[in-house]
């Protein structure tokens, strides 16, 4: 291929289209879709992580736990997303240089809040200036990471939350009938039912995750969203392969992207609900088992 | 106890490479011919050109970077990257948050471009991109403004009929308007707006500042940035 495409302006047809849908920018294209799906794997679980916590400590006995995951979850749910992408990640960021540079440079003795000005010594770089731009690209998405999971977070907290209440109060008198300490009949008895009341809920906040990824350019990382727009913008001659505005092209592709990522995520929610359904109080679960009995 | 140990040698042991002056060059990549994204996916245009012969002029080691339009300066105070190369005109309003270099790109006109040359460019809708000195231009003129976050989509907008008209750098809009076929068109008088293009710093990088200056004098006076001028835009470009 890379003979053929030495000098793109001669070609036509499909050999064109073939050189043009393989430079590097395209494959910088194609990467980006494994960054967001990288991006969906590792936020998914740290979300439900963070909203678990949340959920447990809303509902705690201990009233500052209490009080900390219900303005954990109040807070987050209230603020915009991108008001959380462009002012709390640059804060964090200089919350984390500014602790190493207190660790790192003790004897500096310039300001570090110089006017709007953020200046902390070169060894407290995070990353370092000198790093490699791999470096740099993995921290944003590491705070990209982060920042999502306290967001979606914060919406999981709520719909756990609410899961565990749905959870039918004899099961857990049951449960103490039995002799269960409040930690027993939590870990065994309320969890292991919950989750079928939080499914609707955490479904809906996964679509709404996979569809959230364009505000990671915001933190530098460049995801699907951002290269269908930037290939897809008219391009003159001074680009090997000019062509007019294409962008309508390339939302075409990422609308079929989406569309299977749903079609993917419904099939395996169905089949995470059939699975959690089976043996518990609920209609779902009664006429699974009349369905099995007959 | 062991592995935070090491992991606190590794980290004094990195902290070593961070004496060399590495610059932290950041661009837009979407405003041809100043910059964008080629397509090898790399930056490309005047400004890469312009950047790597500063550095190479000065002997620093420089990496390039893009940044959103829209928080270019907020990440640049916050010290993500050092300097700012992307076509951006030195005003007033700017020079309060972050300092700039000397200019690099002469003061160059504005214009309008739209679909015929008789559009109304006093009560029309105008489309120019958010956080410009042309939105700001726009704003004052009591037309109606269209903002976008690319300079491409202002384009798309008037080639669409969402917009009359479109007002950008005339250097930007030139090939765009040449290779229409005679569908997009110059409407009105160009417009002098700011104060030239130059590297955007941190108020308090002065050593930086004075390293830049240095470097563009260099260049000025040997007449390589006037080649490079006409290189990248035209012979008919202002040049120093």
């Known amino acids: ?294 | 106890m062991k592995t935070f140990l090491l992991a606190t040698a590794a980290l004094s042991l990195s902290t070593g490479f961070a004496l060399a002056d590495t610059i932290r060059l950041a661009t837009e990549g979407a405003y041809p011919p100043y910059n964008f994204i080629n397509d090898s996916g790399e930056v490309d245009g005047f400004e890469r050109e312009l950047g790597d012969k500063i550095c190479e002029i000065e002997e620093l080691t420089c990496e390039w970077v893009t940044n959103d339009w829209d928080s270019i300066i907020p990440n640049l105070v916050s010290g993500n990257y050092d300097a700012i190369i992307a076509g951006m005109s030195i005003t007033d309003e700017r020079d309060k948050v972050i300092d700039f270099t000397q200019a690099y790109i002469p003061p160059a006109p504005s214009a309008y471009v739209a679909l015929s040359a008789d559009v109304d460019l006093k009560n029309g809708v105008i489309a120019a991109q958010t956080a410009t000195i042309q939105a700001g231009y726009v704003a004052e003129t009591g037309a109606t403004l269209l903002e976008f976050a690319t300079p491409d989509e202002t384009l798309a907008a008037v080639r669409n009929g969402e917009a009359d008209a479109v007002l950008a750098d005339k250097d930007y809009l030139a090939p765009f308007v040449k290779e229409s076929d005679g569908a997009l068109v110059f409407a009105g008088e160009d417009i002098a707006l700011g104060g030239g293009i130059g590297l955007g710093l941190r108020e308090s990088d002065t050593e930086l500042k004075a390293t830049f200056n240095d470097a563009i004098d260099k260049m000025k006076a040997d007449g390589s940035l006037n080649t490079m001028i006409k290189k990248w835009f035209g012979d008919d470009a202002v040049t120093w």
């Open chain 1, 1 to 294: 291929m890379s003979t053929t495409c030495a000098d793109p302006k001669t070609l036509e047809g499909l050999v064109w289209l073939g050189c043009y849908l393989t430079n590097g920018k395209h494959l910088l294209f194609y990467r980006s879709i494994g960054t967001v799906l990288l991006l969906l794997a590792i936020a998914a679980p740290v979300s439900l992580a963070m909203g678990f916590g949340g959920a447990m400590a809303a509902r705690a006995r201990f009233w500052p736990a209490r009080i900390l995951g219900r303005a954990y979850i109040a807070m987050v749910r209230g603020v915009p997303d991108i008001v959380f992408f462009l002012f709390f990640v640059i804060a964090l960021d200089q919350a984390l240089e500014f602790v190493r540079h207190k660790i790192k440079c003790p004897d500096w003795t310039d300001p570090v809040f110089r006017g709007s000005d953020f200046v902390v010594c070169p060894e407290a770089k995070l990353p370092l200036s000198s790093s490699p731009q791999i470096w740099h690209e993995i921290y944003g998405f590491s705070l990209a990471v982060f920042t999502f999971g306290i967001v979606f977070g914060a919406f999981a907290a709520n719909v756990l939350y609410g899961a565990m209440r749905a959870v039918p109060q004899a099961q857990i008198e049951t449960a103490e009938a039995y002799g269960m300490t409040h930690r027993q009949s939590f870990w065994r008895i309320l969890v292991p039912q919950m989750w079928l009341y939080a499914l609707p809920g955490l479904s809906n906040l996964w679509m709404i995750l996979v569809k959230a990824t364009p505000l990671l350019f915001l933190l530098g990382v460049e995801d699907i969203v951002y290269w269908a727009r930037e290939l897809g913008g008219a391009k003159t001659q001074a680009f090997d392969y000019p062509h007019p505005d294409w962008r309508v092209w390339y939302f075409l592709a990422l609308l079929v992207f989406y569309l299977l990522m749903t079609y993917v995520s419904q099939k395996v929610l169905g089949r995470l609900t059939a699975r959690l359904t089976r043996g518990q109080a609920t209609l779902g679960g009664e006429a699974m088992r009349k369905g099995a009995a007959a």
